[in-house]
């Protein structure tokens, strides 16, 4: 543990920089550099991760005796460098106590502004201000924020009201008036006087008045933020390990509200959206950082060219923007050229976009925090791609700069063109976060969860939405809100999520209580269908098609990267023509796995099936199997011509007999219509497939060895279809797969069967197709007598999702009853048969890898389980030589770019 628990800026200096985020938490780092080159910043000091850590283990009062001496030497460091003092009724210095982990976690932990005010300094800021009003609006600002964050008066309940919000309104209704800034100084004294009440009422507790004592109040508050619930949501799903802490920044209070030179911004040095290169960001007058981000008033845009598009999309009339709404460049054109001035020095320093927060006192401008802005995918490859071509980056920090799993987004579905015109536009808001979403309208984050398990599609229709509303917005299509502009949390986590969402659409009339919204003069109800364009802000009433996304533009450029920096190659799970051919669109080069078993269902098929199945000779077999034949060929046909030049690996049936035949006495009554015989066999022949353990029972080559003449129709299939491609002047490279095999024999068997059907089909066809013969590596022995097999196997393929089944003994099938509890016990951190377990069952395939090529060295190694598409386990698969991984067509990008950056990691 480090001894130094405080780390102070200001005026220039620091002891911290940016590369010490890991200790001081993306703000206190990002403000310490900030010092450094230049950039005015409040003086301030942090508390590190460290103390977080410490906080929990030790508790609150051991803590605060360990920080004392520090942090009241550092609030002297702000005394002196601001001139004014802590708790001074002459001259007093405030504060803002901010939280900041490691990794960015936007409006996810608590912030308590204005701290240091009690009836005594409060009169002193009106003085030295001249302002009294500003003094008591700061004051109320922060009874009101301690008291939630500190005191714990924020509603549990969702439809509760706020208590501070409900005095709020008795006394603006008092006078009849609507705005928060049209409250006078005996209003705002008043308001003072009321809040407190209700702290004592609620806590029994007076409202602590030693600036000291309210200090440590904040400091333990944010760190016992870090454990609430929305935070620790937000670290589940983004995969922020709670170890990691946050840190608490201490800094000299700026005013925004402080009349009209004054004012409140949020900016970003590109667009978040789109990627442009567009300076952009919203700002507020006379107010304080929380107005623009809680979308309580709608926030003005910064540059003149942004309000000009705003005001499109609002249809406000220009003369009407110029006087309301004037961005501020136009209002206030000094500071704007400062602000943008430093922006782009920022993001030259950073050399990535910058999400920047300022305030501007009196006329001067301070930056509050910058850091990396979240993006969408869409965004995220532009801007990569763009600052490569601008020379700002290298090709390999573009392929690190991209997260494989967040171009997810850039494959989901658009509206399609036709039915776009053809929708109803209800209304428009703000493109908040871009992509197509229809779903079933719900009014609250529960619901929506709710609603999303049931199997339903939602949008959330929000006046707008708080961080508390996080795990419905995860779980909605799109998010549609009332109020609350392009930084609103609803814009800023929407984004981050890539989940689609249209912001600050001001005509839709929510009303919570009877579940409806009413656009435009049409009434919706809870369950109705609604759909957004996050892209336009367009809403439309009921559904809109979609259609499938292209891989275009940066997306297709940042593929061609992936491709020049790789060595692991990506192959596709496919067992149809189609998702052939859309792997093939996405650069997937060859199947890496056809599931034969995929192709039985359709109702020809599955009939001649089951009288293979039913039948109890070899002979009554083989006459069901050569009714499958033209089947099989016809299938292995189009995805061998789909991947026409690539190697398409297919793999002999593998399921259990049981999953062909029906298990209700409906499905067999009509079985034994279909097949002329009494339910009564249909129902034998069921039970005596029946297995108690089917996973481990008569499947994979067990199948094929017990049944040798389903791998021989299966072979004629593979390579009657080839030998038929290559007399058409094509180009098959067919591989056939022996699943499941625990021991050598096994595959020997089997491949004499594959070998001497191909010598006779050869012989008849007077064409010979080159062909592999392979085995799936998926038992543990397997792997452990894998330079065995590879004496025989030409190429092993690791079925990872078996390996991982028979390597823990946890059951396929079956671990959803447990795996809840032990990720919430932590005994598991992450679902294995989605995360490869690197250590034991990783361990299983890097040996098997190396055994195999110790027999065999061109031995060709690859993955098809579901590994094979999530971005760790490509990872390791490059790290232990696998030639490729197969995955799903729609996951075959993300799995290039993990593929790439493992190549840029080595
Ligand atoms: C595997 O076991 O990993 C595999 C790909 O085969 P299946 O999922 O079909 O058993
Ligand atoms: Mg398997």
């Keep these: 543990m480090n001894e130094k628990r405080v780390y102070t800026f200001g005026n220039g200096k620091a002891e911290g920089k940016a590369d010490m985020r890991n200790l001081l938490g993306g703000k206190g ?11 005015p910043v409040p003086p301030g000091f942090t508390i590190t991760t460290d103390v977080c850590n410490e906080y929990f283990e030790k508790g609150k009062e051991k803590v605060v005796a360990l920080l004392k001496a520090e942090v009241e030497q550092s609030v002297k460091h702000i005394e002196t460098l601001m001139n004014s003092k802590f708790g001074d009724v002459q001259n007093p210095l405030l504060v803002s106590v901010r939280s900041g982990a ?25 003085k030295k201000t001249g302002n009294e009003r500003f003094a008591y609006d700061s004051y109320r600002r922060f009874v009101q924020m301690y008291g939630d964050v500190v005191l714990g008066m924020k509603p549990v309940n969702k439809t509760d009201i706020d208590p501070f919000e409900a005095i709020i309104q008795q006394v603006k209704a008092e006078r009849g008036i609507k705005l928060d800034n049209e409250m006078n100084v005996d209003e705002l004294k008043k308001l003072v006087l009321l809040f407190k009440e209700a702290i004592k009422k609620q806590t029994g507790k007076d409202f602590p008045t030693d600036p000291m004592e309210q200090l440590w109040g904040a400091v333990c508050a944010v760190f016992d933020s870090w454990m609430n619930e929305r935070a620790i949501l937000y670290r589940k799903m983004e995969g922020i390990p709670a170890e990691w802490g946050t840190a608490v920044t201490v800094m000299a209070m700026v005013f925004g509200n402080m009349g009209n030179t004054s004012a409140t911004g949020v900016c970003f040095s590109r667009d978040a959206a789109t990627g442009e290169n567009i ?5 507020l007058v006379n ?4 107005d623009v981000v809680a979308g309580i008033r709608t926030p003005q845009q910064i540059t003149k060219e942004g309000s000009r598009r705003w005001a499109a999309q609002q249809e406000i009339p220009e003369e009407e923007r110029v006087s309301k709404y004037p961005s ?30 300022f305030t501007v006192q009196e006329g001067k401008l301070w930056f509050l925090q910058t850091r990396n802005g979240k993006r969408t995918g869409t965004a995220m490859v532009k801007i990569a791609m763009d ?6 980056i290298d090709e390999k920090t573009a392929l690190m700069r991209c997260e494989p799993n967040k171009l997810d987004e850039l494959l989901h579905p658009v509206f399609d063109k036709e039915a776009k015109k053809a929708a109803k536009v209800l209304t428009r808001g703000l493109p908040a976060s871009p992509g197509a979403a229809c779903g079933q309208i719900v009014f609250f984050a ?6 999303h398990a049931k199997g339903h599609q939602v949008v959330m229709v929000r006046i707008e939405t708080s961080p508390e509303d996080l795990a419905g917005m995860s779980a909605a299509e799109g998010i549609l809100t009332a109020r609350g502009g392009m930084t609103s949390h609803a814009a800023v986590v929407a984004r981050g999520m890539g989940k689609c969402c249209v912001s600050g659409a001001g005509a839709i009339n929510v009303n919570y209580k009877n579940r409806t919204v009413e656009i435009d003069g049409v009434l919706l109800k809870e369950g109705d269908y609604l759909s957004i364009n996050g892209s336009t802000g367009e809403v439309y009433l009921g559904e809109v098609e979609t259609k499938p996304a292209e891989m275009t533009g940066d997306f297709a450029a940042l593929m061609e990267l992936c491709h020049k920096h790789t060595k692991l190659v990506v192959r596709t799970n496919a067992d149809t023509p189609h998702d052939a051919e859309v792997a093939r669109k996405f650069g997937a080069v060859g199947i890496g796995l056809c599931r034969t078993e995929h192709m039985f269902f359709d109702a020809d098929k599955i009939k001649a099936m089951r009288e293979m199945i039913l039948a109890d000779s070899k002979e009554g077999r083989e006459k069901a199997l050569e009714k499958l034949l033209p089947y099989q060929t016809k299938d292995f046909y189009g995805i061998l011509k789909a991947m026409n030049g690539y190697p398409v690996n297919i793999r002999l049936l593998d399921p259990p007999l049981h999953e062909f035949v029906p298990h209700d006495l409906e499905g067999q009554q009509i079985m034994a219509d279909e097949m002329g015989v009494s339910v009564q066999e249909i129902q034998q022949r069921v039970n005596s497939l029946s297995e108690h353990n089917p996973m481990l029972g008569h499947r994979g080559c067990r199948l094929g060895n017990t049944y040798p003449e389903i791998t021989a129709m299966q072979t004629k299939a593979i390579l009657g279809a080839a030998v038929q491609l290559k007399k058409e002047g094509m180009d098959p490279h067919p591989e056939i797969m022996v699943p499941l095999i625990g021991i050598v024999n096994e595959f020997d068997a089997q491949e004499e069967v594959i070998r001497k059907t191909a010598k006779e089909l050869f012989a008849t066809e007077g064409v010979e197709v080159p062909f592999r013969v392979g085995t799936m590596i998926e038992i543990p022995r397997a792997a452990l007598t894998a330079d065995i097999i590879a004496k025989k196997a030409e190429y092993f393929s690791f079925g990872t999702n078996d390996l991982t089944q028979m390597t823990f ?3 396929r099938d079956d671990i959803s009853s447990f795996l809840p509890v032990y990720l919430e016990k932590k005994i598991l951190s992450v679902d294995p048969f989605q995360v490869l377990d690197q250590n034991g069952v990783g361990q299983l395939v890097k040996m098997a890898v190396e055994k195999g090529r110790a027999t065999r060295p061109e031995l060709v190694c690859g993955i098809c389980g579901e590994h094979g598409g999530e971005p760790s386990s490509v990872k390791f698969c490059h790290r232990v030589g696998l030639n490729y991984v197969s995955c799903s067509p729609f996951r075959v990008p993300i799995a290039r770019l993990a593929a790439a950056q493992a190549a840029v990691e080595e």
Excluded: C
Aim: proline share 2%; charged share 25%.
């Design 29 to 39: 780092a990002n403000l310490a550099e900030m010092n450094l080159i230049g950039v």
């Design 387 to 392: 600052l490569l071509a601008e020379g700002e």
């Design 279 to 283: 300076f952009n960001g919203e700002y």
């Design 328 to 357: 501020m460049e136009e209002a206030m054109p000094e500071i704007f050229a400062q602000l943008n001035g430093l922006q782009d020095k920022l993001e030259h320093h950073y050399h990535d976009m910058q999400d920047m927060e």
């Design 102 to 126: 490691r990794a960015s976690m936007p409006g996810m932990m608590d912030t308590i502004l204005n701290l240091g005010l009690n009836d005594e300094v409060v009169e002193g800021l009106a």
């Design 287 to 290: 107010a304080q950082g929380e």
């Design 446 to 451: 529960d619901d929506a969860e709710e609603w």
């Design 809 to 811: 003994g946890y059951s």
